[in-house]
């Protein structure tokens, strides 16, 4: 599975920002909806669904690194938190497939997920699995 050129900068900036369509747009210089059909084309080659997904398997296949700089402070979680997003990081999962594994219910899960990006002040799944990455959870 080769992916290059400008999808390939689109995986990278999505793994590096975690951002919308429309940051990743803005980043580099080209329209959202184009964003959005490289992320869809990458998904259908590395045969994943979804951004988080995707972005686990661009790191995994050695495509973004996220080991630049400093490894954050796993201190700033704890208990089910840290289960959580090792959770997230490792498979990239919905709440439900989370709270399966965890033995937990959604709603919990879905309070976790909240507890934990004000604690990181993180905007989203994607940016919880890299930290989780990073941190070396997962």
């Known amino acids: 599975m080769k992916i290059y050129g400008k ?3 689109v995986i990278r900036e999505l793994v590096r920002a975690g951002g919308t369509n429309a940051e990743i747009a803005a980043a580099l210089d080209m329209p959202p ?3 959005a059909w490289h992320i869809r084309g990458a998904c259908s080659t590395a045969g994943v669904e979804g951004r988080v997904a995707l972005a686990l398997w661009a790191i995994r296949d050695g495509l973004a690194d996220v080991h630049e700089g400093e490894k ?25 497939s989370i709270a399966r594994t ?16 004000q604690r990181l002040g993180l905007t989203n799944r994607l940016q ?11």
Do not use: F, Y
């Not at 997230?88 to 999962?93: D, I, N, P, R």
């Not at 879905?110 to 934990?116: D, K, R």
């Not at 919880?128 to 997962?138: D, F, Q, R």
């Open 128 to 138: 919880v699995a890299v930290w989780a990455i990073k941190a070396g959870l997962a």
């Open 72 to 96: 954050p402070a796993m201190s700033l979680l704890v208990g089910r938190q840290l289960d959580v997003a090792e959770a997230l990081g490792l498979t990239g999962g919905c709440n439900k």
């Open 102 to 117: 965890l033995g937990v219910s959604v709603g919990r899960v879905e309070e976790l997920m909240t507890q934990i990006w």
């Open 7 to 9: 999808r390939l900068d």
């Open 33 to 35: 909806t184009s964003v």
